[in-house]
């Protein structure tokens, strides 16, 4: 199957930082979501981005599909910007999403 | 709009007890999922459903876990019997239609603790 690593495992922050979390895939896939699970364990989708750049608030994304990589930007972060972030791609068959391990973000007020 | 619901949000059990969780998708959507989320990682698909039928069960541990959707709403998830690596949080998710690229909308999540 496969294989999704993401970077920096842990990620501290000051409030008001800017910082950028990457996610590497092995393999081509169909599209690509963007959670945040909050310290409560729900999972908030953020974005879904087969190609190109989005941007929502503070918060942006940017896959190269072609390159098998994505990039998650967060600005000016808050500490309600704590959790951990997910990528998961979507495989070209069906709709199976592939989770990678995770950024655990802190950020300290 | 309502989200997906989940029941209960917390289950504590003995190993070898035997437990169920349910899951209500969000209305009109047609797929439904299931995933375990063991402590420090992300979460891995354990069944797929579209409409009543499984669409993807490959990586659920059928000697121990079941799950069915009978009426194409629905669905529960069951363990019997439980094992200690089975602690985990069990999310439930959902799509309109399984369609290639779909987003999936997630429930709480029901987590479980097996002493």
């Known amino acids: 199957g496969i294989q999704v690593e993401q970077s920096p495992p842990d990620l501290i922050l000051q409030e008001g930082a800017n910082s950028t979390l990457r996610c590497n895939f092995s393999?081509?896939?169909?599209?690509l979501q963007w959670f945040h699970q909050n310290p409560w364990g729900q999972l908030i989708n953020l974005f879904y981005i087969p190609s190109g750049t989005k941007q929502n608030g503070r918060l942006s994304a940017t896959t190269v599909a072609t390159e098998r990589y994505s990039l998650l930007y967060i600005s000016s972060s808050q500490t309600t910007d704590s959790g951990v972030y997910f990528c998961a791609p979507l495989r070209a068959a069906g709709n199976k999403l592939t989770f990678g391990g995770g950024t655990r973000v802190l950020v300290k007020p | 709009e309502a989200g997906v619901a989940q029941s209960p949000r917390y289950k504590i059990i003995e190993k070898r007890q035997s437990v169920a969780f349910w899951c209500n998708p969000i209305s009109g959507h047609a797929t439904l999922y299931w995933y375990q989320q063991i402590l420090g990682q992300g979460p891995k698909l354990l069944i797929q459903?579209?409409?009543?039928?499984?669409?993807?069960d490959s990586q659920l541990p059928k000697d121990r876990f079941s799950a069915e959707r009978l009426k194409g709403v629905d669905s529960t998830l069951k363990i019997q019997p439980a094992k200690l690596e089975d602690s985990a949080v069990y999310l439930c998710?959902?799509?309109?239609?399984?369609?290639?690229?779909?987003?999936?909308?997630f429930g709480p999540g029901t987590r479980l603790l097996v002493l």
């Open positions: 459903f579209q409409n009543n039928g499984v669409v993807d």
């Open positions: 393999d081509s896939v169909n599209n």
């Open positions: 998710a959902s799509s309109p239609g399984g369609l290639t690229g779909e987003t999936q909308y």
